[in-house]
């Protein structure tokens, strides 16, 4: 099995960056791509970034597209999402997947971003 930790997340204001850090363990051989999603009270939960593991392949929905980057460190087992200029809609609960063979999907507990002034 996977197991997914999510952290980065805090308080920043309007305008400013945040790094979120998403570490796998257990089987990530078996992890074929990975993402983060995001859900806002009263909301769905929506896909922010997502990787495939075996490609550069990266894929954003236009509400984050050109302000949010999804990256790896293969050797550390983490996944990140790099988050600028940040807008009070961007608040929300993050959440790190990951989709294995079935298809199977984890998740991690989440970690909170609130953009407030």
């Known amino acids: 099995q996977v197991q997914l930790v999510e952290s980065g997340g805090e308080v920043v204001q309007p305008g400013g960056s945040l790094r979120l850090s998403c570490v796998a363990s257990g089987n990530i051989r078996s992890i074929y791509a990975m993402g983060w999603y995001r859900q806002a009270p009263g909301k769905q939960r929506e896909l922010v970034a997502s990787l495939t593991t075996g490609s550069t392949y990266t894929n954003y929905p236009d509400s984050v597209k050109g302000r949010f980057t999804i990256s790896r460190d293969n050797a550390k087992n983490t996944v990140y999402l790099q988050m600028n200029s940040l807008k009070p809609e961007d608040t929300a609960v993050y959440y790190c997947?990951?989709?294995?063979?079935?298809?199977?999907?984890?998740w991690g507990k989440g970690t909170l971003v609130t953009v407030s002034s």
């Open positions: 997947n990951a989709v294995l063979g079935g298809p199977l999907y984890i």
